[in-house]
T-cell receptor, first 112, second 113 residues
């Protein structure tokens, strides 16, 4: 079974802190994604990566950056957390030829 | 621009009743369409997908969906709902390369005993 894990289920940070959200997949997938999920808005793509060290902006990249140094790991970085970044963050992966995205359990981030 | 609309934010059904969740998409080419389910506190799980061929697709947990190109719809159905089906359901369309997905806002399903 494909497994996508995220480093934390719940995280509480203060405004202005630098925040790292980690995602690891064990299926050797080329593509990895970070989404933000908010009530009434569904999932919105923040960034994705199609190869090591390669990244592309999604629909809402402002205030975020990403890092992919190894194929299995994709990190989302909030350089200076703000209260409007309080949300659920979901990581996903897919193969280059595949169709389905596999999701992690999510990290619920609260910025106070 | 591609988009997905799920007109119903909340739906409540009785256990054993039939269910239909609506999804409309806007996409220029032949769409790849998906339905995902999210149980409370969980990530998303794929229920079913449509790429081509038979427009009625079967998925897991007894769900099916029908692709209607003329109506730009991909509605999800289940003939008899179980209490464990209470969850949030997301319709999505694949957008361009790299398997990027565009999601609808979701429909939250409640099941009454």
């Amino acid at each position: 079974d494909v497994k996508v894990t995220q480093s934390s289920r719940y995280l509480v940070k203060r405004t202005g802190e630098k925040v790292f959200l980690e995602c690891v997949q064990d299926m050797d997938h080329e593509n990895m994604f970070w989404y933000r999920q908010d009530p009434g808005l569904g999932l919105r793509l923040i960034y994705f990566s199609y190869d090591v060290k390669m990244k592309e902006k999604g629909d809402i990249p402002e205030g975020y950056s990403v890092s992919r140094e190894k194929k299995e790991r994709f990190s989302l970085i909030l350089e200076s957390a703000s209260t409007n970044q309080t949300s659920m963050y979901l990581c996903a992966s897919s193969s280059i030829s595949g169709d389905e995205q596999y999701f992690g359990p999510g990290t619920r981030l609260t910025v106070t | 621009a591609q988009s997905v609309t799920q007109p119903d934010i909340h739906i409540t059904v009785s256990e054993g009743a039939s269910l239909e969740l609506r999804c409309n998409y806007s996409y220029g080419a032949t769409p790849y369409l998906f339905w995902y389910v999210q149980s409370p506190g969980q990530g998303l799980q794929l229920l079913l997908k449509y790429f081509s061929g038979d427009t009625l697709v079967q998925g897991i947990k007894g769900f099916e969906a029908e692709f209607k190109r003329s109506q730009s719809s991909f509605n999800l159905r289940k003939p008899s709902v179980h209490w464990s089906d209470a969850a949030e359901y997301f319709c999505a369309v694949s957008s361009g390369g790299y398997n990027k997905l565009i999601f609808g806002a979701g429909t939250r399903l409640a099941v009454h005993p």
